[in-house]
């Protein structure tokens, strides 16, 4: 499985970049049929102070899933990111058992 980790118009973060490894490995434990999850960062316009975007997209067997989460920063944002993917995927993976 790769992992891609971007962070657009934004500087790098290290401590950000190995959280992010560290959580999309345990979701690829659980999925083990993952084959590229791509996790990008930037930071949206507006005055609410929930600007930080984190979007979330894996390639796997089935078609694409794809999360944009936005919120107060971007470990909060990344958390949200994952467990929505990871509900989707539950889902795919009953779909496919059924078949």
Known sequence: MTILVQFIKIQTSETLKAKTNELVNKLANRFDWLETVSVSF???????GKNKICEVEVSAPTPRLFVS???LNYETALKV??????RQLKK????IKAK
Do not use: F, H, M, Y
Request: glycine share 10%; hydrophobic share 25%; charged share 40%.
């Open 69 to 71: 989460v936005t919120d």
């Open 81 to 86: 990111a994952l467990s929505d993917i990871e």
């Open 92 to 95: 795919r993976k009953e779909i």
């Open 42 to 48: 930037k930071e949206g316009s507006g005055n609410t």
